[in-house]
């Protein structure tokens, strides 16, 4: 019931000790709850390298060169989250198709954050996920969270 | 009259009232004017009114895919003059081409020599 | 964590980027 502002400050200060990073069955690396998440709850902030889209391309092809993972997450049409390189946990949050988590862009004092809040109570332990929104692009790529309701693809 | 766009340029730029300046910061963007040509010679001229420490700017041709968010002479669509040691762009390759660059104060024109055919 | 990805700097929150006059300059003379 606190106003967003006030959640965000409040979160700035526990996401640390809420969150960690694990060896993960979904993906390579993962992000997992050190302690119980209550439902609708803020988790932690996507936070990053704030970039105008018109960089995004230049900088996959660079990622991609260096063999680096790209882990970004667009804020509207303009502007984008670079976490490749400056970034917090988050990063390594995993999708699911059967996600605990979901992502919002929250104003927060006239400026847009991306965060992530739990959908439902999350015991201690669960590894947290969110449903990625993809752009379209031509080659599909396969799906690994596992879950029944698993839509296969990730775009 | 030939103006500067209203509904074709980067959303950041801000133009004055009379749409014959633009200001931009933060970032290279572009904007196009009212008008194009596709043939002949023609010339446009344009004075820098302001130029403040470390702002710079690329001024020339460009088609209609250019693209708004980046500076002219980014891609194939563009052909610019940059304000910083004169360079002139194209597809993001800069050219030596005048020496010292341009800055406040400075008239600029900027010839742009098409076939009458095709 | 921040040992999975070489050079990397951990952030709290955002940082504005800024652009460097050559961001899109593939080769500059």
Same mark, same amino acid.
Not at chain 1, 15 to 33: K, Q, Y
Not at chain 1, 66 to 83: L, N, P, Q
């Given at each position: ?13 526990? @996401?640390? !000790?809420? =969150? ?10 993962? /992000?997992?709850?050190? &302690?119980?998440? *209550? @439902?609708? !709850?803020? =988790? ?10 018109? /960089?995004?391309?230049? &900088?996959?092809? *660079? ?93 | ?118 | ?29």
């Amino acid at each position: 019931e606190l106003p967003m502002a006030m959640r965000y400050r409040h979160l700035r200060e526990t @996401a640390r !000790e809420a =969150v960690g990073v694990f060896r993960s069955s979904i993906h390579g690396r993962g /992000l997992f709850c050190k &302690r119980d998440i *209550d @439902a609708g !709850e803020m =988790v932690i902030e996507y936070a990053g390298q704030v970039i105008r889209s018109s /960089l995004c391309d230049m &900088r996959e092809k *660079d990622y991609e060169s260096k063999g680096i993972g790209c882990y970004m997450f667009r804020i509207d049409d303009d502007t984008v989250i670079d976490a490749t390189m400056h970034g917090n946990a988050a990063r390594f949050i995993n999708h699911s198709c059967d996600p605990n988590c979901y992502s919002r862009v929250v104003d927060i004092l006239g400026k847009k954050h991306i965060i992530i809040f739990a959908l439902r109570r999350i015991l201690c332990g669960e590894e947290l996920t969110y449903d990625y929104k993809f752009p379209i692009e031509e080659d599909k790529i396969p799906c690994t969270c596992g879950t029944r309701r698993c839509r296969k693809y990730l775009n | 009259a030939v103006l500067l766009a209203l509904h074709d340029r980067a959303p950041q730029l801000r133009t004055a009232d009379d749409r014959l300046a633009v200001t931009g910061d933060k970032g290279y963007c572009l904007i196009r004017a009212t008008h194009g040509v596709s043939r002949g010679v023609w010339y446009w001229e344009c004075t820098i009114d302001e130029q403040p420490e470390g702002s710079h700017t690329r001024i020339g041709w460009c088609q209609q895919l250019a693209n708004l968010q980046a500076p002219l002479g980014y891609d194939k669509f563009g052909y610019s003059w940059r304000s910083r040691k004169g360079t002139v762009f194209h597809e993001s390759r800069g050219k030596h081409y005048f020496e010292g660059g341009f800055g406040e104060g400075d008239v600029l024109g900027i010839m742009i020599d098409l076939p009458e055919k095709n | 964590w921040s040992a999975f990805a070489p050079d990397f700097k951990e952030l709290d929150e955002n940082v504005e980027y800024e652009e460097r006059e050559s961001e899109f300059d593939q080769s500059d003379e």
